[in-house]
């Protein structure tokens, strides 16, 4: 088996956002075995514009495709900011399940499993959002709405994180209750999350930037089928309406 490096005198350009297809092969006389001589890689370059937060930023998912991504992804059809990971084969998200399951639109995400498994699978969505405009001095608010199709087991890893980077390490910010059968197949707000503050009292401290992130995580058995609840016969998490909120006056209690 020889390798051979190749050179190209002109090269290509891929700053630009966008999808690029390589496609490589060679050609040896004598050979008559062709399966093996192509090979085809895609290079994504994702858009990463600044946001503007007057006073709000909602990512309301309506820009993707109605899409199903079970293999790890960098940046959704339609969706640069949003990204998904799994730690088997059987994890799934989708942008569109039926008609009803949006908050509001006709999008969300909805991570799950794609069949019944015995050992529970973690799903992952991760969103990037550029905030090089703001620093640690701006009030930063992370407000999200969340349903639960059914879990009602322990689930360590169905949480959110967030990060000042995508450098930082996960902090973690709030756990979805998964014992509690009135939040079954209903859309439920959560608490808003003080990102400045988490972020400042994460050790090392971080700051937002132009890859800040949030973490979505869904850890379960089974998969989500239906709008209409049917008790715990379902597992998986919708997540809608991500709302990055810059509070220039913020006044609060504290009991």
Known sequence: LDTNTYTFAATYDFSAPGTYTIKVWVDHVGDNHRANDTMVRVIKQLANDPITLSPSFTEGF???????????????????????NADSSTGRARTFVNTGLARTGNRAVTLDQIKYSDSLTTD????????????SSHQLWLDFYYRN?????????SQVWIRGSDLGAWVPVFTFATNDPSHFGVY???????????LANAVPPQTVSSSFQVKFGQQGYTSANSVINNANFDDG???DDIKITNAANDVGIMA
Do not use: K, V
């Not at 309506?62 to 079970?70: D, G």
């Not at 199709?149 to 890893?157: R, V």
């Open 124 to 135: 992952t969505l991760i969103t990037t959002f550029n905030l090089s405009s703001y620093n």
């Open 62 to 84: 309506e820009t993707p495709a109605a899409a199903t991504y079970t293999a790890p992804t960098l940046g959704f059809i339609g969706l640069d900011r949003a990204d998904f």
């Open 188 to 198: 439920r707000a959560a608490p808003p999350i003080n990102i400045t503050q988490e």
């Open 237 to 239: 998490f919708t997540f």
């Open 149 to 157: 199709h059914g879990e009602d087991f322990p689930a360590p890893n």
